[in-house]
C-alpha cells in the first residue's frame, strides 16, 4: 500500500501542515482526527490496517489531516472569538489547501468523502454541509453536531455558522438544499456504549429529515463504546456494505 507524507506551509493557518496520503487510486476519503491528536492517529490506532483491503483494491484512496483542535476549542487558555477565529482558518486551509493538494495527488478533481470520530466527525460533518459543492458525502461516527458542546458559553456568528445543529434548521436556499438532496452518502453511526451520545446522532438526523435531505442514522448496540475497536468495526462495514 502505497504510504505518502506531504508537509507544507499553510498560509491559511501560518504554520507547517503534514497530511499522509494511503492508496493509489480511487475517491478520496478524508479523514478529520479526533479531539487533539495529529494526521497520524488512524494509523496509530489501526484503523488503517482495518480499511486496508478497500485501499489496496482501489476502492478509495485516503487522506488524513492534522487537526487544530488544541489551538481552538480545547485549547482553554484562548478567548471564544480567537477559538472561533481559528476554526474559520482552519476551515479555509480545507477548502483551500487540502482539496488541491487531493486534486494534484490524483491527476484532476474526484469525489471527497469525508469521516472523522468523536470530535473528527463534527468536522466532518461541518465540512461536507458547508460545502457539498465540493464534497460528496460524510461518514460521521460518534459525534456530536452542535459546536456549543465545545465553546463553552461563547456563541458569535462563526461559532453559528460551524454547527451543523444550528445553521441546518435555518438553512432555506434552494441552491445549497439542492446540492445536498442530491448526496447518496450521508451516514450518521454511533455505539449506544459507555461515553457514546446517540441522540447526537437522532438529534441531526431530525433536523436532515425536515429538510428533505437523504442520509441514515445507524444506532449500534450497548457493547460499542466510545472507543477505538468500536470505529474500526463501523468503517469498514459502511466502506463495504454502502459504497
Not at 496509530?44 to 478497500?54: T, V
Not at 493538494?101 to 468536522?123: F, K, N
Request: charged share 20%; proline share 5%; aromatic share 14%.
Amino acid at each position: 500500500m502505497r504510504r505518502e507524507i506531504t508537509e507544507w506551509w499553510s498560509p491559511n493557518l501560518n504554520k507547517n501542515m503534514e497530511i499522509v496520503a494511503y492508496g493509489h487510486m480511487g475517491p478520496a476519503l478524508l479523514l478529520f482526527p479526533s479531539a487533539a491528536a495529529d494526521f497520524l492517529e488512524y494509523e496509530r490506532f489501526h484503523l488503517i490496517d482495518s480499511i486496508k483491503e478497500h485501499i489496496n483494491a482501489g476502492k478509495f484512496k485516503v487522506y488524513s489531516i492534522n487537526s487544530i483542535n488544541s489551538e481552538s476549542w480545547l485549547n482553554d487558555t484562548m478567548s471564544g472569538r480567537d477559538k472561533s477565529i481559528r476554526h474559520q482558518q482552519y476551515n479555509q486551509y480545507i477548502v483551500e489547501e487540502v482539496v488541491h493538494h487531493i486534486y494534484r495527488d490524483c491527476d484532476g478533481p474526484v469525489p471527497i468523502y469525508t469521516s472523522g470520530v468523536s470530535l473528527g466527525a463534527l468536522h466532518a460533518a461541518n465540512t461536507f454541509f458547508r460545502r457539498p459543492d465540493i464534497f460528496d458525502g460524510v461518514i460521521a461516527m460518534s459525534g456530536i453536531y452542535d459546536l456549543k458542546s465545545y465553546s463553552k458559553g461563547h456563541f458569535d456568528e462563526d461559532c453559528y455558522f460551524n454547527s451543523p445543529m444550528d445553521y441546518l434548521p435555518n438553512l432555506n436556499e434552494q441552491y445549497w438544499l439542492n446540492l445536498l438532496r442530491v448526496k447518496h452518502h450521508v451516514y450518521f453511526v454511533s455505539g449506544r456504549g459507555n461515553y457514546e451520545d446517540p441522540e447526537a446522532s437522532r438529534d441531526i438526523g431530525r433536523v436532515l429529515s425536515a429538510k428533505g435531505i437523504s442520509h441514515e442514522v445507524d444506532l449500534w448496540g450497548h457493547e460499542w463504546t466510545h472507543d477505538w475497536p468500536t470505529w474500526r468495526a463501523m468503517l469498514p462495514h459502511y466502506l463495504t456494505s454502502r459504497f
